[in-house]
């Protein structure tokens, strides 16, 4: 199995960019479809954007739709988050998640290996 840890959240402006990242051990990211999704406060966990096994994109959430850019570097076996013109609506604690279907939906359940997450707070 994989285990996951993400890193890079924080405090950031409004209209700022923040890159998250997310460390895989145990096993290499390239056998798993990769997947990020965040819970704001009071909210559900919701799907972020995602990346196939096979490093193919699985598009973004409307709500970071043209804000949003995953990526992945297998030599480094971790997998990133680039998120741009943040807004205060985008505060939330970000998780990564792995998935062992190549190209699984947006749903919780699709995932099977998650991190314990890294908080973003984008202030006005």
């Known amino acids: 199995q994989v285990q996951l840890v993400e890193s890079g959240g924080g405090l950031v402006q409004a209209g700022g960019s923040l890159r998250l990242s997310c460390a895989a051990s145990?096993?290499?990211?390239?056998?798993?479809?990769m997947e990020w999704f965040r819970r704001a406060p009071g909210k559900e966990r919701e799907f972020v954007c995602g990346?196939?096994?096979?490093?193919?994109?699985?598009g973004s959430a409307d709500s970071v739709k043209g804000r949003c850019t995953i990526s992945r570097d297998i030599a480094k076996n971790t997998v990133y988050l680039q998120m741009n013109d943040l807004k205060p609506e985008d505060t939330a604690v970000y998780y990564c998640?792995?998935?062992?279907?190549?190209?699984?939906?947006?749903?919780?359940?699709?995932?099977?290996?998650w991190g314990k997450g890294t908080l973003v707070t984008v202030s006005s």
């Open positions: 998640a792995a998935s062992l279907t190549r190209i699984p939906g947006r749903s919780e359940a699709d995932m099977d290996y």
């Open positions: 145990g096993r290499t990211i390239s056998s798993y479809a």
């Open positions: 990346i196939s096994w096979s490093g193919v994109s699985l």
